[in-house]
Every structure is written in structure tokens, then in C-alpha cells.
């Protein structure tokens, strides 16, 4: 027994000392907005609920009308399998309404691409797996139906609770809103070569614009500092959960939580996630290295049970 | 080979009540499955967008894996800490684990919405390496493989025994090769496990605001970890206390105390490891919120000090009884923290809702059925259990029978 | 209603007539009938009728109303003394018209005004039998017994109190501060809205509700958009984009080329023009430009979007959080016996097991 402890600690000691040696390596870096990041900012005070991008949404992306449980065509009550974008509206107890618009956030560092097992969900032009014709520095968070194994670890990790599943389905996929890439008119200049949102084009008011998110949020800014008295001081999306290329703005008096958009703290559920999950991992060397001195331990009991048991006779 | 301490195989009537039973929930079971192959995974669950995962993930892979991880944590104790004592124990664990985690991973198959990709899995290119689902996909995977390489000798053994030449040169042949290269495997079953049993706590790590702070924690991985190792323990001890009172399997009283021991000290290293987080990230506040997570704390940290103090006491350690119950709160005490920190203390969305249909406690209730079965169907054809000889009296001797337990 | 006994209608087409023209805005039936009464009477409420910085149009919209119809209503139901465009003299004789009514009639006609009332320069710019505008409605104004502003013009200045507004052009109310000024601002006025209140008051000697704004609540209480026929469109979000585009043509909601409707208290969606159905702007793909409401008619650019005052129905929009819940009873039962089953039968295994090993026990010492 001594003997073997002994070898133990000698191959944790080696596997160690390997560790060390390595380094100290970053397990995760945050990330950070890209340079070329589209978005859309959307201002609760300008939109009049008229819902005009939840149908042009459904037209520009092909989706099926929602019906009630007994067949009749019917509005959708949340996002869904067949919606990817909704108009809903807060009724405040002194009558103040407020409307608000949701889909996917494009967050600056999504949860639901750090938990996609085989990158079916990935920022444009980045992930595992090569996509035709996607180039980097969008940011648009993608869905890849190819890849995508339908195990639903997004829906579980999404803080805004937007990737939806088609339940009723026998061949179902994640439905989310992916900022109309496909609608990218490559002609033009500037973010409407990379994608050309239906709900902006629809919206009457300019309530929800699509620009490049240092832009929309330049603007945000300014509107925050030219009317002071009809906002609620704060532009969501600039840093929660890491930030996301989706930003709101909300009358004086509304809280963003009451449009139903969380508080996140700065650092990225991604982050947070990935980086105490890889740590101990220091890049695949403690495996390694774990295995090798598990693998000489058990080798060397096994010799030893073999030649008690040749002492004992038998 | 040594002889009355030697695994043998049953025999008996394959088909008795029992079996039956499990075969009989399991068709209802296939019932469900392929109607949820037909029309989707929605109509057979109460699975939603706001809760995914229902009952299949949290229970038929998460909790059945914990209850797996008896192979887990004996072999660690058997092979690693060279506690030779304990080896009897290893064989119906093994097949246990084996099992346990061949359903998770059929479970998962059912629980996938677009399970036709899974092949993507084997393509490590495309692996998403960020992803803690990943690693337990991957990680499990190449487990259940080795787990079931670990049962071979036990079926190698039993072709060796057997009437028919074809299978008794079989046997013969592989029979040693394979003891050669069981170290490497064995040492496997370690790291592996270490891997995803940490990480199937990890997998919530990324929920946090969805998480109530009772639960959620940097820690969830190492917690996960070693209320595995408690949960393998004490599936071991209810396991091998079933098989001695079905089929007199040799279950060694003061093996159980031993094993409980460390058993015991897990489980007060869990609450102390879990109460110590709490205090240091300030969260000790939310134990004075009266609130139904609260009720499943208080529960589940009695659920593991319960049988922890039990385990050392020497009342408990002499009697098979109070063992028994205390392995079996012990195995309630891990599968109520994994319960909680995917269901109870999860919340997927206010005005989501979620409690287990009858069509996934169907589907769960089946393959735990059929887990049975298989086992007893391993374990009556192969030399998995070590069977009490007539001649053996039932009290335990101090260390001798342990010591020639060397095979 | 011997005159109009020699004219050939009879009492029975009177009352016809009289509860049509009640019904039409808004009284109930029975008020007809005492409309008719009154006529019969004879005691015909004098009107006096001014017109000051106006186009007529509103004149013109009184004119092509039927029930009842202008002649039935200023030969039947009221009294009309002066009109300047309807009335048969003119001249000397259109004045001493007026100053007779007056005196005759002081503290009970009621004082319709069509026109705003220029004020710079002391209110030359709008002089009508070398009075000014401003002179003539104080003095008539002063033994009215109700004022009457019919038209934005005369609610609140209308086009020409337009920016830069040269002439200072401003509402009756705000010449008359004294008295309550009904206003039925619009551009031209809706004629029933006019007919509703003069033959209230003729009728019952009372004016209608009115809002803050002096305009009487069953006409203005409402916005446009709130009644409007294309409201399902805006709805469901369908809008013409450009005049004449495919949503144009199908009659799409004209918000966003600049319909003020959701801000525009009227009730033109519900009582249309010249008695056609659909003949009103929004109905003929024009959308509304505001003309009731002072801060929009002639002053916000036509083609800009307005907020919507009352987003309606809110019950029809989502709420923040939807509920989903779907969980049985049946389900429910059968986990908790799942789980209650095996707790149980581990009991029970673990009691037969402790008190089997105590009986080992006892029976080895």
C-alpha cells in the first residue's frame, strides 16, 4: 500500500510539475464587440405598437401563421416556433403603457453559441464549422440546421429566452431571429450589404433601425442627451451580459426589467461558464497527464496483486 | 483462479416476474418513444420553451449516470487506492454503471429534437470546444465504450466456461489479452468520469441568472463531482445489499461500513464545500428567505448530513439495515441536489411551468426497467456477482476473507 | 308649421324628419318628436350666422346635409336671420336684418361664427360692412344666448392662422373669454355636428358635454383612429408606402404616409362626407391631416407621422410575460408515485434489513 501511494504522488507530482511548466493559460478571453458589428437599436418612446415588423418578419422569413389549439388563425403569445419576433406592451399600473419589441439580442458574446455542442449556432463567419459565404465581423448570432442536433442546451442558456423549438414537429429546428442576412443586398454600401432586417425596413415610426452597433449606439447616446426628461437614462445592451448588438432604449419611468429584459451583470454568462469549466483543464494537459499517472498507478497495483497472489500460492 | 470468491453466473429462469415486469414497462415505454418519433418531441412531454429539458435530461441522464458512478468511485477506491477488499463489489458496479450509462445515452437520443446529426458528435472538427455539453456528449460517449469494455472480461470468463468450443476459445484467447490491457482502460474509466461527472454540474454554470443563487455557483462542477462519488457509493451498497437478499450475493456488512466511511465523508464534504461558497460569495442571506427553494435546500442538506452522521456511527455500521437506508438517502441526497439545480431551482421563464407528464415518467420509468432487465440478464448469463458459498457463514471476519479477495 | 302645411308636408313628415335630423346627431328618438313640438310652436330659436376669415366651405357642407336638409332646417326647425350667403337681402337692408334680430331676439339666439377673427392692426384685415371682424363679434357676441364656432377657423384659427400667421387670426374663444364658446372645429366641419348642437339647444335650451377644448364630446370625444374602417389594417400592420403602390390600392392604413388620425379628435370615420359612404379622405386613400386639431391641421407637415394618443386594446397586445402552463393532475400522480413508491419500498427494505441484522446479532451473542 505504502508502496503504491508512494507512486501515486510520484506521477501526480510528475503530472503536476508538466502542468506547471506549461503555464498559466487563460482559459477564456472576453470577448469583445467587433469593429464591423450590425445591430439594431430600438426605442420603446417612438413605437406605437402597430406591429408591422411582426408581419413583415413572418413574410421575410417565410413563417407559417400561428394558429389557436382549435386550428383558427390566431396572433402568436410569445416567441415561438413560428415567430421570431414580437410586439408586446406593458401596462403599467398609472395607465403608462410601453411597448416592446423582442427577439434574438445578436449578444456581443452569446451563451447560446458558447453552449451549441457542434456550432450550429455561431457568429457570422466564426465556429467550427466552414459556412458558405459567411464573413467575419457581423456578429449576426446564425443557425445552422445542418449541424444543429436539437438538444435544446440554448434555450436552457439564453437569458432572454429566445431561441424557441418547434415542439410538434417530427423534424424540429431552433427558431430565432437572424437579422435578415438573407435579405443582404451585397450592391449596397454600408450594413445593408450584410443584412437588411425586414422589421426596420417595415417600421413606420424608425422606432427599431439597423446600423452598425457603434453607430446605433453613438445615437443612442445622443437621444439620451437631447431629451433627458422623456428616457430613462440608460441605454440596455451596452454592457449587460457582455453587451449585445440589439440595443433598447425605454420612456422615463419604465425599467427595463418591466419590458422583460434581465439584469446581467458585465461579464458574459459564456464567459463565466467556459472559463471555471476549462480551468482545470489548462488546455487539455491535466487529462493527459491524469491519465498517464492513473494508468501507471493501476499498472503498477495490478503487478503487484500478481505477485502477492503468486506468493500465496494457488 | 481462486473459488469461493469468484463471480459466477446465476442461471436460473431468465424470464421470472421480475424480468417481466421491467419488459412490461419498457414496451409502454417504446410506446411513448415512437410516438415522440412521430410526432415530435412536444406532444409526449411537457417539455416547453421555457423547460427543455423535462425530466429526460436532469433524471434519465444526469441522476441514472450519478447512480452509475458506483463504478466510478470503486474503482478508485480498488484499483487507484489499491484496495484490493473491495473487488467483489466491482463487477455488478461496473455492469451497473455500464448500464445506467448506456440509458443515459439512449435517453439522449430520444431527447433530441434533431437526433438524426448526432454523427456530427464523432467529427471532432466541428466540435464547439467551449460548449460543457460537448464534453459530456464526447465524454460519455467514450465512457459507456470502456464501461462495457470493463463487463468483457466477465463475458469473456463466462465464454471461456462455456459447453461450446466456439465460445470457450473465444473466451480462452481474449480472456488474457484483455486482462493485459485492462489497466489502460481502467485508468480511462477514471479520467473519464472525472470529466463529465463534473461537467454534467457544469452544464448549469452558464444558466446563472436562471439559477437561484442557492444553487448556482462557480463550484457546481466540484460539487457535482464529488456527490457522484457518494451517490456511486451508496448505489453500491443498495445494489450488492438487493443482489445478497435475491440471489445471495456475497455482501460483506463490514466492506459497506468501510465503503460508507468514505462515503460519509463526501457527503460532509459536499455540505461543508457548499456552505462555505455560499458564505464567501454573501448568499448565506438567502437562507432566511422562506420560499419553496428553501424547503428543497433544507431537504437536500439533510439528505446529505442524514446519512453522513449515520454512516459514522457504529450502531449504524453493524447493522445491514440502517446501512441500507443510509446509502439510500445518501443516493436521494444526489439525485435531489442534480433534480434541483435543473429543475426546481431553475426557472426557464415567469409564466413557464413545468412537472413531468405522464408520457416522460413513462419513458423514464421504462428504461430504468429495462436497465434492470439487462442487468439481470448480464448477470445471470456472465460471472458478474459473487455468490455467498453454503459453506461461508454470513458474519465477517476481520480482514481475512477481504484479503484473499485478491481475484 | 302652417307654412309648412302650404308648402305640403304634412305633421307626419315633419316628425319624420324632425327624428331623423335627432337621430342624426345623436339624440334619441323621442327628442323628435319634441323638436317638432317646438317647431309647431312656433317658437323658432333665432340664429344669427357670421362669417369672418373663412372660405365657406362650412356653409357649403351645411348645404349638403338631407336630414334634415337646409330648407327643411332653416324654414322649419330654426329661425335663420342672417346669413350672409344664404339670406335674400343685402346690403342696408342684410344689416338692419341683423340689428332687428338682435334686439328682438336678445339673450336668445344663438351666434354662429364661421371664421377666424383677425387681430393685428387692430383687425382690419377682415372688415365686412366697414366693421371689423373683431367689432362685430363683440357686439353680437355680447346678448347672445349660446356662441356656436363652427369650423376649425372659428374653433381655433384654422388656415389662416397658419405660420407666420400675418393677420394675428385667432378662434372666437378667444375674443369671447366671457361666455362658453361651443367649437366644432374641422375643415369643412362635419354639418351634423353643428345640426346635433343647434337643435339641442333650440330643443332643450342646453349645449352638449364639451371637452377642455370647448368641442361637444359625441362628435370629438374619440380620435379618428379609434373608429377608423382601416384600423385592422394598422392592426396587422399593413400600410401603404407610396401613393398608388399595391397596398395603396388595396386600401391599406395610411399612417405612415402621414395619416393624423391616431392623433385627430373627429368623428369623420364614423359620419363620412356628403352623405356617402366613404367619401371622407381616408376613405378616398387621402390620410387625414388633422384640420380639427390646432397643433397638427395646417402646422405638422403632412407626411410626418404622428404618436399615437390612446394605443387601444391593449388586451389584444401581449403581455410582457405570457403564462404557459400545461401541467395535469394525471401526470402529477403518477411521478409522485413513481418517486413516493421507490422511497417507500427502500424504507421498507432498509427496516426488514436492520431488524434481520439485529436478529443475526442477538442470535450470535
Redo the contacts between chains.
Sequence with gaps: MRISRRSLLKGAVAAGAATAVVGRAEAREKKEVEAEAVGMLYDSTLCIGCRACMTKCKEANSLPYDRSADGLYDQPNDLNGNTKNVIKVLTAEGGQTAFMKQQCMHCVDPSCVSVCMMGALHKEGEGTRHHEGEKKGSGIVLYDKGTCVGCRYCQLACPYLVPKFEWTAAFPLIVKCELCRHRANPKKAGPLAVANPACCEACPREAVVYGKRSELLAEAKRRLAAEPQKYNGHVYGEQEGGGTQVLYLAAKGVEFKQLGLPELPEESQAYFSEHVSHMPYLNGITPIALYAAAAFVVRRNKKKEEAEHHEEGK | MSGHDHPRAIRGNLFDPLMKICLGLFVLAVLVMAYRFYAGVGPVSAMSDGYAWGIWEPVNVVVFTGIGAGAYSTGLLCYLLNKGKYHPLVRPAVLLGAIAYSLAGSSIIIALGRYWNVYWLFLPGVWNLGSVLLEVAACVMTYVMVLWIEVLPSVLEGAADSKYPFWSKIGKKWGPALEKAMPFFIAAAMILPTMHQSSLGGLMLIAGPKLYPLWHTALLPTLALISCLSMGYGAVVLLTNILKYTWKAQADQRLFADLSKVNGGLLFLFVVVRLIDLAVHGKLQYLGVFDFHLFFFVLETALFLVPAFMFFSKKVQRNRGLTFGAALLSVLAGALWRVDAYLTAFNGGDGFEYFPSLGETTVTVGMAAIGVAVFLFVARLFPVVVVEDARDHSHVGAGRVQAAAGR | MSELGTKGVSRRDFLKVATLAAGAVGLPAWAGEKMAEKAASSAKPPVIWLHFQECTGCSESLLRTSAPDVAELILGLISLDYHETLMVPSGYQAEKSLEESMERNAGKYVLVVEGAIPTKEDGIYCRVGGKTALETLKKVSAKAGAIVSIGSCASWGGIPSADPNPTGAVGVNKIVTDKPVVNIPGCPANPYNLLGTVLQFATFGTLPALDDLGRPKFAYARTIHEDCPRRPH??????AQKYGDDGHKAGY?L??LGCKG?ATHANCSLNHFVETPGAWPIGIGSPCYGCTEQKLGFRMPLHA?V??ER?TA?G?????????????P???G??GL?VGGL?GA??V??????????K??QG?E
Design positions: 394598422f392592426d396587422a400592420g399593413r400600410f392604413c399612417y405612415k391616431p407621422t404618436d399615437v394605443p391593449p389584444v397586445y401581449l403581455p410582457i410575460r405570457p403564462d404557459h402552463s400545461v401541467v395535469t394525471a401526470a402529477v403518477v411521478a413513481v422511497v427502500g424504507y427494505a432498509s427496516k426488514k434489513m436492520a431488524s434481520d441484522s439485529e443475526n446479532e450470535k
